[in-house]
């Protein structure tokens, strides 16, 4: 008997060797091991098989696609956000660029636009979604004159509900080299909104630093600085901060040292934001400096403005597996506004600032001031 006919005859017994009994299974073997020769494990194992149910793959073309173009300019807009945080952003950019005669969709398109899921965008992106993750160069030097005086938090520490909490860490722009002078930039970012500013200096020193922040103090944040959280940095561990932070009620904490998840928020921040627009090459003159406190300025209103920032609300542990849940992303405007503590005042200015801003054309403005960056 060849092969095909064995196959045929054990086929024609997988129905019935599935619904019979044990004691009847063993008979219906011993027949089938008489006739085909196949021993009895191998017959267990192919008569489990048959019959092979064929899966039926049914083709549809997926209606996101009459808005494929759309969405690919939206996601470029968001600076290449993840689906989970663009698909609440899209009615925002949409309403937006209209605004400013920017992009004009149809109504059909608009509900299909609106309506689409996170895990869909991600699977119509999925073929473009290829990025390239440059690593840098840890340049902080630990400052032991004040790091015993200072209290310690951890990011389990963060409880504060309210705005004015942040967390602050300083980029290096000195290329391969140390040598000489170079522009550093100051990155603050605020816990409970994700409020992000940040200003560039010239040097690493304690009074430049406390500059930068007072600068971001005064001019940037829709907010009082109530306090700050830094690193074991030599630029934060001196006494010249901490008279400013006691001359303006202003609390301050640190983290503790090697350990960079103490300081997460700020972390995530000094790549999708400082490195990722600005790189990593060195950045040494004034003209430089003077470019980069100008895409600073562009990327606080594109940041805060246009893009979502999902906070962590629960962290469950259940042996080793650990469950963390998120709240909808919300860009830090939204958040701003949605807070009860902040005046009316400043959130009409906010409405104000927002109603002047067109997505498209600030993120064209940051990415030719990076090039421009380079070229130098």
């Given at each position: 008997?060849?092969?095909?006919?064995?196959?045929?005859?054990v086929?024609a017994?997988s129905?019935e060797y599935k619904r019979?009994s044990?004691?009847?299974?063993?008979?219906l073997?011993?027949?089938?091991?008489q006739?085909?020769?196949?021993?009895r494990?191998?017959l267990?194992?192919?008569l489990?098989?048959?019959?092979k149910?064929?899966?039926?793959?049914?083709?549809?073309?997926?209606?996101?696609?009459f808005?494929?173009?759309?969405?690919?300019?939206l996601?470029?807009?968001?600076?290449?956000?993840?689906?989970?945080?663009?698909?609440?952003?899209?009615?925002?950019?949409?309403?937006?660029?209209?605004?400013?005669k920017?992009l004009?969709?149809?109504?059909?398109?608009?509900?299909?636009?609106c309506?689409?899921?996170?895990a869909?965008?991600?699977?119509?992106?999925?073929?473009?979604?290829?990025r390239?993750?440059l690593?840098?160069r840890?340049?902080?030097?630990?400052?032991?004159?004040?790091?015993?005086?200072?209290?310690?938090?951890?990011?389990?520490?963060?409880?504060?509900k309210?705005?004015g909490?942040?967390e602050?860490?300083t980029?290096?722009h000195c290329?391969?080299?140390?040598?000489?002078?170079?522009?550093?930039?100051?990155?603050t970012?605020?816990v409970f909104?994700?409020?992000?500013?940040c200003?560039a200096?010239?040097?690493?020193s304690?009074?430049?630093t406390?500059?930068?922040?007072?600068h971001?103090?005064?001019n940037?944040?829709?907010?009082?600085m109530?306090g700050?959280?830094?690193?074991?940095?030599?630029e934060?561990?001196?006494?010249?901060?901490?008279?400013?932070?006691?001359?303006?009620?202003?609390s301050?904490?640190?983290?503790?040292?090697?350990?960079?998840?103490?300081?997460?928020?700020?972390?995530?921040?000094n790549?999708s934001?400082?490195?990722?627009?600005?790189?990593?090459?060195r950045?040494?003159?004034?003209?430089?400096?003077?470019?980069?406190?100008?895409?600073?300025?562009?990327?606080?209103d594109?940041?805060?403005?246009?893009?979502?920032?999902m906070?962590?609300?629960?962290?469950?542990?259940?042996?080793?597996k650990?469950?963390?849940?998120y709240d909808?992303?919300?860009?830090?405007y939204?958040?701003?506004?949605?807070d009860k503590?902040?005046?009316?005042?400043?959130?009409?200015?906010?409405r104000e600032?927002?109603?002047?801003l067109?997505?498209?054309?600030l993120?064209?403005k940051?990415t030719?001031l990076?090039k421009?960056?380079?070229k130098?």
């Open positions: 008997m060849k092969k095909q006919e064995r196959l045929t005859v086929r017994f129905k019979t044990k004691k009847q299974k063993g008979v073997l011993e027949r089938l091991v006739t085909t020769g196949y021993s494990k191998h267990m194992d192919i489990s098989q048959f019959p149910a064929k899966r039926i793959r049914r083709k549809r073309v997926s209606k996101y696609l808005v494929i173009k759309y969405l690919r300019k996601w470029a807009i968001s600076n290449y956000a993840c689906g989970q945080r663009l698909a609440p952003m899209i009615p925002s950019y949409l309403a937006a660029l209209r605004r400013h920017e004009t969709v149809t109504k059909e398109e608009r509900k299909l636009l309506s689409i899921s996170h869909t965008i991600d699977r119509l992106l999925k073929h473009e979604r290829k390239i993750n690593k840098g840890s340049r902080t030097k630990p400052g032991t004159l004040l790091k015993h005086q200072i209290p310690i938090r951890t990011f389990a520490d963060w409880n504060e309210q705005p909490f942040l602050i860490d980029v290096h290329g391969d080299s140390l040598r000489g002078d170079y522009v550093h930039t100051l990155d970012t605020d909104t994700g409020w992000n500013e200003r200096f010239m040097g690493k304690e009074r430049n406390v500059e930068a922040l007072e971001i103090k005064q940037k944040l829709p907010f009082p109530l700050i959280d830094f690193d074991t940095g030599g934060f561990v001196n006494y010249h901060l901490i008279r400013y932070s006691d001359r303006n009620k202003i301050y904490t640190r983290a503790r040292e090697g350990k960079k998840n103490d300081q997460n928020y700020i972390e995530q921040q790549y934001v400082v490195r990722r627009f600005v790189g990593y090459q950045l040494d003159t004034p003209e430089q400096l003077q470019m980069l406190n100008q895409m600073y300025d562009l990327l606080s594109y940041q805060n403005f246009f893009q979502p920032v906070r962590l609300k629960e962290k469950v542990r259940n042996g080793t650990v469950t963390r849940r909808k992303p919300k860009t830090a939204q958040r701003v506004l949605a503590r902040i005046t009316q005042e400043a959130k009409k200015k906010l600032r927002y109603s002047t067109n997505p498209k054309r993120l064209l940051i030719s990076g421009k960056l380079s130098r």
